[in-house]
């Protein structure tokens, strides 16, 4: 029936339009400091809204889901091993293990999230084990964030990466860099 077709065509623009807004909100994200998605974030709560709606959407199409490589990582390890998770979303991996989890957003998509900066965290230093960045590496200011993972990760720590290979402009260079802030690469 034509109506039902154009549902179906109002259906599939919205969903483009959604992705297309994710794309445009996504990318502010990579190219602004954390200080500046604060104010992102602050100014336009409808952004965050839309911003999530589309990260589910993308990342449902993808045949994996980083996080759950990271939550099977975890219930594999220690349950008594303390875990940060820095820009966590709607906290799957909280959800998902026994671990104590401390899961840090810009705003609160679950009632388990600390809003905060993940550039300053409300944590003591060496307090926890695991630091995680599930394609949450986000700031231009990622010497900051990478070196408040650093603080708050007790000696011999694992910090867990999950991006996009196409944000890094040299993954070498990353990888050096990550070894000057004093962290060691296990594996990848
Ligand atoms: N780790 C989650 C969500 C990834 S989406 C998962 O894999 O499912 C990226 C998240 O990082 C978003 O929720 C976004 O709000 C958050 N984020 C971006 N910049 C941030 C900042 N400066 N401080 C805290 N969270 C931030």
């Not at 220690?78 to 899961?103: E, M, P, T, Y």
């Not at 009632?111 to 060496?126: F, G, H, I, R, S």
């Amino acid at each position: 029936a034509p109506s039902g077709r154009s549902a179906a065509l109002r259906a599939r623009m919205e969903e483009r339009l959604l992705a297309a807004r994710f794309r445009y909100i996504n990318q502010q994200l990579y190219t602004s400091t954390s200080q500046e998605a604060v104010q992102l974030f602050q100014s336009d709560p409808e952004a965050f809204e839309i911003y999530h709606r589309g990260f589910a959407q993308q990342v449902g199409r993808w045949p994996e889901n980083p996080v759950h490589r990271i939550v099977r990582y975890l219930r594999r390890r220690s349950a008594s091993l303390v875990v940060a998770d820095f820009g966590c979303g709607d906290c799957k991996i909280a959800r998902s293990v026994r671990n104590k989890v401390h899961s840090f957003d810009l705003v609160p998509l679950s009632p388990l999230v600390t809003v905060c900066d993940m550039a300053k965290v409300p944590l003591a230093a060496e307090s926890v084990d695991v630091a995680v960045f599930c394609l949450a590496l986000m700031g231009t200011n990622l010497q900051e964030i990478l070196e408040e993972a650093n603080r708050v990760l007790k000696q011999g720590g694992t910090l867990m990466v999950a991006e996009v290979a196409s944000r890094f402009e040299d993954i070498r260079a990353f990888m050096n860099a990550m070894g000057q802030l004093g962290f060691k690469s296990v594996s990848k």
